[in-house]
Nanobody, 129 residues
């Protein structure tokens, strides 16, 4: 059984930092590109950041560029998201997702929800003073 388990969410003040983790089991981790999505109440799920199989290519939503950093440790089957300079609008449930992208990973395809075969249950991030 494949499992993606997110952790590291919580309550933080504006300007603060959090580091999210996503630990995978039951799959060959480096066969999958990995992405963080988020969903705020009443809004659609949106892509935050994506990292390629070996970690050599990354993509970011414009809203988080320069503040968030995605990384992965394939030896530990773990995906990370370092979030700095957090803003109230970053408040959301954050999900990690795994996709094979057999037809190619690029600046457009990483945003397509249908490309992802496995999803975690999410971790809540709240940014408030």
């Amino acid at each position: 059984e494949v499992q993606l388990v997110e952790s590291g969410g919580g309550l933080v003040q504006p300007g603060g930092s959090l580091r999210l983790s996503c630990t995978a089991s039951g799959l060959t981790f480096d066969d999958y590109a990995m992405t963080w999505f988020r969903q705020a109440p009443g809004k659609e799920r949106e892509g935050v950041s994506c990292i390629s199989w070996g970690g050599g290519t990354t993509y970011y939503a414009d809203s988080v560029k320069g503040r968030f950093t995605i990384s992965r440790d394939n030896a530990k089957n773990t995906l990370y998201l370092q979030m700095n300079s957090l803003k109230p609008e970053d408040r959301a449930m954050y999900y990690c997702a795994a996709g094979r992208f057999r037809d190619g990973l690029n600046g457009g395809t990483w945003l397509e929800l249908a490309e992802y075969r496995y999803w975690g249950q999410g971790t809540q991030v709240t940014v408030s003073s």
